[in-house]
């Protein structure tokens, strides 16, 4: 039984683009890593011919270190994950609710797809944070080291935004039901 409205065409378009979005994330995030990788080891060779004058060993520090996650993406990710929230068992949940009253199962599957557009972001506040990083190592555009750590945490907390309510909600003592990471396609 498929919902009419807003809430169907969010949940059919989140159902629908959510593999491909994640393959054309791992294809970008494939190719970032190579040019990164190009790029540290450019800056490493004019390091090596300008002496003092060339680029800092910081910046090349971290682009290289760019270049690793981004190649090896998906796993920083979930590694951080672990980190913050410690190892949370697959199919683990939150609960959730809203002040409306009773709850259908249209609105935990819209609720699915939100969820899943805050996932989204969370990745891209992450993968971000790596630029951020090099900036602030290379002293540009007003970037710092609290701006780029600001990033990966927040990108972290909404790539497991269920993570985060399940933990905010057991530190409260709040539970009014249960949202899982089902599969709603």
Same mark, same amino acid.
């Given at each position: @039984?498929? /919902?009419? %409205?807003?809430? $169907? ?8 683009? @959510? ?13 970032? $890593? %190579? ?9 490493l060779m004019?390091? $090596?011919?300008e002496g003092?004058?060339? =680029?800092? %060993?910081? $910046? ?8 690793? !996650?981004?190649?090896?993406? =998906? ?7 672990? &980190?913050?929230?410690?190892? !949370? =068992?697959?199919?683990?949940?939150? /609960? ?7 709850? /259908?199962?249209?609105?935990?599957? !819209?609720? *699915? ?21 090099? +900036?602030?190592? +290379?002293?540009?555009?007003?970037? &710092? ?6 990033? @990966? ?5 909404? *790539?497991?935004?269920? *993570? ?15 949202? /899982?990471?089902?599969? *709603? &396609?």
């Amino acid at each position: @039984m498929e /919902s009419q %409205g807003v809430g $169907g065409a969010l949940i059919s378009l989140v159902a629908n683009l @959510m593999p491909e979005a994640r393959a054309l994330l791992s294809i970008v995030c494939y190719l970032l $890593g %190579g040019v990164l990788f190009l790029a540290a080891l450019l800056r490493l060779m004019r390091s $090596g011919e300008e002496g003092l004058r060339g =680029p800092s %060993g910081y $910046g090349t520090a971290a682009t290289f270190l760019a270049a690793i !996650v981004f190649l090896t993406f =998906p796993q920083w990710l979930d590694a951080w994950g672990e &980190t913050l929230f410690g190892a !949370v =068992p697959k199919g683990a949940g939150a /609960s959730l609710a809203y002040a409306g009253g009773e709850r /259908s199962g249209d609105y935990e599957r !819209v609720l *699915w797809a939100v969820l899943k557009i805050v996932e989204a972001v969370g990745v891209l506040a992450f993968l971000k944070s790596w630029f951020v990083l090099r +900036d602030a190592a +290379d002293e540009r555009n007003g970037a &710092t080291l609290g701006k780029a750590f600001a990033h @990966m945490i927040g990108g972290v907390c909404g *790539w497991h935004i269920i *993570w985060v309510i399940d933990r905010v909600q057991n530190t409260l003592g709040i539970a009014p039901f249960n949202i /899982s990471e089902g599969n *709603w &396609t």
